[in-house]
C-alpha cells in the first residue's frame, strides 16, 4: 500500500511497561508434545530414525526438542519411531543432564561417549559411535534423517537432499550402517519457515521471548540513557547489566571506524561518529543504531540531512513493513516492499528483510525475493531490516515480534495474563503514539517497540509518524 504520512521528530519521555520475571520452564507434557510431532513428520517423509546434532553453537534444536544445551561439548540426538529418544554426551555434560525435563521425568535415555568430550579427556569408558548407532536399529535399510543447522536448496549443491551439515565422522558412520542413499538432511523438518516445527511457538515460547526482549530492551534503554561523549565502549556496554541469561550471539558495539560486527575494544565514544550496537539473549536481539550526536550540526556537512534523506524515510517504510506484517502475507510481498522503497543505491540493504528468531538469532526466513512462504501465526519474527551508507551509517529499529492469531492470543492471555498485558500496552504506543499501523495479530516483546532517536545524545527526540 501507499502511506502518504511522513515521518517526524517527536519530544518524549519513553514509556515504562514493566519488567517481567523468567517464566516457568516448559513443562514435560510440552517437550513430549514436541517429540511427537517431530516423530509424525519423520512417519510422513518415511524416516526410521532421525539424529539431531547439537555442540555449544549450533544448540537450538537440541534444546527445543529436550531442554537440555550442549556447554563444552558436542552432543546427539536419536529418536526412533518407538522407544524414549537417546541422548548421546560427553564427559562433562553426564552431570548437566537433569537439565532436560524429559531426563528428569525418566523419559529421556541417556549414554556416553567420550570422544564427544575435550581433546585428551578420558576415552576408555564408553561404546564405538558405531555400536551406539547400531544398538538403536541404524542398519542397512534405516532411513535416517540428520538435524543440523542448514539445509540446502538445489540451487546451492548438485545433490541438496545428501549435503549434511553434520560432522563427517557422524555422517560417514550413518551411511556406512545404512546406505549412502538412506541418510539425509532433515533439518528442514525444525527449521523451514513454512512448516518448520520452531516456527509455530507455544504460549510458554512467547512468554520466555517476551522475558529475554525485556532484558535486552531494557540493557539498551540504559546504554542510550547512559551514553556520554568520551566514554570507553566498555564502560557502555557495562550498562546493558548482563545477569548471566544465554546469549544468542556475540554482543556488538561499533562506534567510529570499527567494523559492524565488532565487540568492544576500548576506544572512547566520540560526538560526531556513528554507533551501532545490540544484545541479544535467546530469543532476542535488541540492535539500535544512530549518531552520536545531539543535534544535526555534530554530524559530518554531507551526513547532516541523516534524518529527512535516510533515518526518516527509513521509518516510513518500516511502519509500512508492519502494516503488511499479515497472516498470510507471502514474504515476497515485504521484501519488495524494501526493495522497490529503500533502493539498495542509497540504503544498502543486502540481507532478509526481516527474519525468524528463535532460541537461536537466525532461525530462517519466510522474506526474501519470490518467496511464497506466508506469514503464519506462531512465528517469531526479527524486526531485521539493516540500511546502510557510506555516508549516513545506519538506523534500526531491531526488535522481536510475534504473530499470533486470534487463538494463539487468547490462550497467550489464559495463560500469561501479564506478559499479553504488556503486549497489549506497547500495541497501544507503537499505534497511538508512534503511529505505525499494527495489524490485530502483532504482539511486540521490546519494552522499546520500534523507538528510534537519530541522535544518541538526544534520546527523548524520536521517530514518529505524522497524525
Known amino acids: 500500500m501507499d502511506n502518504p504520512k511522513k ?48 555442540d555449544r553453537e549450533h544448540f537450538a534444536n537440541l534444546a527445543w526438542l529436550t531442554g537440555f544445551d550442549p556447554r563444552f561439548e558436542e552432543a546427539v540426538l536419536i529418536i526412533g519411531r518407538q522407544d524414549d529418544p537417546l541422548l548421546v554426551v560427553g564427559n ?17 535415555r541417556s549414554e556416553r561417549f567420550q570422544s564427544f568430550s575435550l581433546l585428551n579427556q578420558p576415552r576408555g569408558d564408553s561404546r564405538l559411535l558405531r555400536e551406539i548407532f547400531a544398538g538403536e536399529g541404524i542398519e542397512r535399510g534405516a532411513r535416517v534423517g540428520c538435524i543440523g543447522w542448514k539445509y540446502f536448496a538445489d540451487s546451492e549443491h548438485p545433490n541438496a537432499t545428501h549435503a549434511i551439515d553434520l560432522p563427517a ?26 512448516t518448520g516445527l520452531r516456527t509455530f511457538c507455544s504460549p510458554a515460547e512467547i512468554a520466555y521471548f517476551e522475558y529475554t526482549n525485556v532484558l535486552a530492551s531494557e540493557g539498551m534503554k540504559r546504554m542510550l540513557f547512559g551514553l556520554r561523549e568520551g566514554l570507553a565502549d566498555h564502560e557502555l556496554a557495562r550498562l546493558a547489566g ?16 570499527l567494523p559492524g560486527l565488532s565487540g568492544p575494544v576500548g576506544v572512547a565514544i566520540r560526538r560526531g561518529t556513528p554507533l551501532a ?17 545531539s543535534l544535526p550540526s555534530d554530524l559530518p556537512s554531507e551526513a547532516r540531512d541523516y534524518v529527512g534523506s535516510f533515518a526518516g524515510p527509513y521509518f516510513e517504510v518500516m511502519a509500512e513493513w508492519f502494516d503488511l506484517l499479515r497472516i498470510g502475507t507471502p514474504g515476497a510481498r515485504l521484501a519488495r516492499l524494501i526493495a522497490e522503497k529503500l533502493p539498495f543505491e542509497k540504503f544498502g540493504i543486502f540481507l532478509n528483510a526481516g527474519h525468524l528468531i528463535h532460541l537461536d538469532e537466525w532461525l530462517s526466513s519466510p522474506i526474501y525475493p519470490d518467496s511464497d512462504v506466508p506469514i503464519h501465526s506462531g512465528m517469531a519474527m526479527q524486526v531485521d531490516v539493516i540500511p ?16 499470533a492469531d486470534e487463538s494463539l492470543r ?15 500496552k506497547r500495541r497501544d504506543f507503537m499505534t497511538n ?23 544518541l545524545l538526544s534520546p527523548n527526540t524520536i521517530l514518529a509518524m505524522e497524525s
Open 7 to 54: 515521518h517526524r521528530l517527536i519530544e518524549i519521555e519513553w514509556p515504562v511497561f514493566g519488567e517481567c520475571e523468567p517464566p516457568a520452564h516448559p513443562s514435560v507434557a510440552e517437550f513430549e508434545s514436541r517429540i511427537a510431532a517431530t516423530r509424525a513428520a519423520m512417519e510422513r517423509l518415511g524416516l526410521t530414525h532421525l539424529v539431531v546434532y547439537g
Open 92 to 108: 562433562e555434560c553426564e552431570g548437566y543432564l537433569p537439565v532436560s525435563p524429559l531426563y528428569a521425568a525418566g523419559k529421556l
Open 169 to 194: 565422522y557422524l555422517v560417514d558412520t550413518l551411511r556406512d550402517l545404512a546406505g549412502g542413499e538412506n541418510v539425509t538432511n532433515a533439518t528442514h523438518i525444525l527449521m523451514h519457515p513454512d
Open 242 to 257: 548482563y545477569n548471566g541469561t544465554p546469549l544468542g550471539c556475540h554482543m556488538t558495539l561499533a562506534t567510529g571506524d
Open 277 to 293: 550496537t545490540n544484545i541479544c539473549y535467546w530469543g532476542s536481539n535488541i540492535c539500535r543504531a544512530g549518531w552520536v550526536a
Open 388 to 403: 546502510s551508507s557510506p555516508i549516513y551509517s545506519s538506523t534500526r529499529m531491531e526488535d522481536g515480534v510475534v504473530i
Open 410 to 424: 487468547r490462550t497467550l492471555r489464559e495463560r500469561y495474563p501479564d506478559c499479553f498485558a504488556r503486549c497489549q
Open 433 to 455: 503514539v508512534l503511529g505505525i499501523p499494527l495489524p490485530e495479530e502483532i504482539l511486540p516483546l521490546s519494552n522499546i517497540p520500534a523507538i528510534v532517536p537519530p541522535f
